[in-house]
């Protein structure tokens, strides 16, 4: 008979083997920055961090860096963790080509110029960030948005707490448990997945027919393992047929406040 930590274990290791393509390559590039960082030749937190003085044209790359580089292993540790199930959810929902489109696109080019205002030219600083958490705190708004239009409120006692403001919760927890963390950057990642949440950035989201086309020319659900098609929504994560009639033929921003949860 199978012990509890043993089934434990083969969840565990179940649930790694399953993850999509994005999601994987993500915590590869995560961990391959962090063994990257630990040589003191080159400083790979300077050169990847949204740091707001340095930005310029030739610089515009740490808008998209900087969520990959961390401060050091518990950083990277507690991040991965928190990020993964959020982002397995995302890139099976929307698909692998869609994520990677967004994710180094508006998802977060968004919030870090938001960042950037914001402490630069309103608090006058130059507090560099860096770390996925803006990932994790935007995609913490978006699931607060879906739960918002679901539950609407979460009874605590007497009283009731609106679900969306969960997120923010969580900001202040950690604003007051950990103040070296970057308290704007948690609020413009959190504000950047609400945003995304009640469709304000559906325009911004690839069309699927050229993600339709870029598929079929590359043969990508053939050739990659673990890759989820823009058409998942359609004909199922690996090309099952669907058990509902009900699909969008819209872009894949249409799928939000669903609570279908799509793909195994």
């Known amino acids: 008979m199978p012990t509890v930590q043993g089934f434990s274990t083969l969840r565990a290791r179940s649930y790694v083997f399953r993850l999509p393509l994005f ?13 990257a960082s630990l040589q003191s030749v080159w400083d790979l937190r300077q050169w990847g961090a949204l740091i707001p003085d ?3 044209l030739s610089t515009m790359y740490r808008v998209n860096t900087f969520p990959l580089i961390h401060l050091n292993f518990f950083h990277a540790l507690f991040n991965i963790l928190s990020l993964t199930p959020l982002l397995e959810r995302f890139e099976t929902e929307f698909g692998t ?38 990932w994790v705190f935007l995609l913490l708004g978006i699931e607060a948005i879906r739960t918002y239009k679901t539950n609407p409120y979460l009874v605590i ?14 900001v202040l927890v950690i604003e007051a448990l950990m103040p070296s963390t970057s308290f704007v950057g948690h609020l413009c990642g959190v504000g950047t997945g609400y945003l995304f949440g009640l469709g304000y950035l559906k325009f911004l989201s690839p069309p699927e027919k050229a993600l339709r086309w870029i598929e079929a020319r590359l043969n990508l659900l053939g050739r990659l393992p673990h890759y989820v098609s823009v058409d998942q929504k ?14 969008s033929s819209t872009t894949p921003l249409g799928l939000i406040g669903s609570t279908q949860r799509l793909g195994p």
């Not at 999601?23 to 063994?35: D, S």
């Not at 359609?234 to 699909?247: D, E, K, M």
């Open 97 to 134: 080509l869609t994520s990677f489109a967004l994710f180094f696109g508006p998802l977060t080019t968004i919030p870090a110029l938001i960042y950037i205002f914001i402490e630069k030219l309103i608090l006058r600083g130059n507090t560099a960030v860096l770390g996925a958490s803006i």
């Open 234 to 247: 359609t004909y199922g994560r690996f090309g099952v047929l669907p058990t509902s009639n009900s699909t």
């Open 23 to 35: 999601t994987r390559a993500m915590i590869v590039v995560m961990v391959a920055f962090w063994l």
């Open 157 to 170: 006692g007497t009283h009731h707490v609106p679900t969306w403001t969960t997120p923010l919760m969580i």
């Open 54 to 56: 340095e930005l310029s």
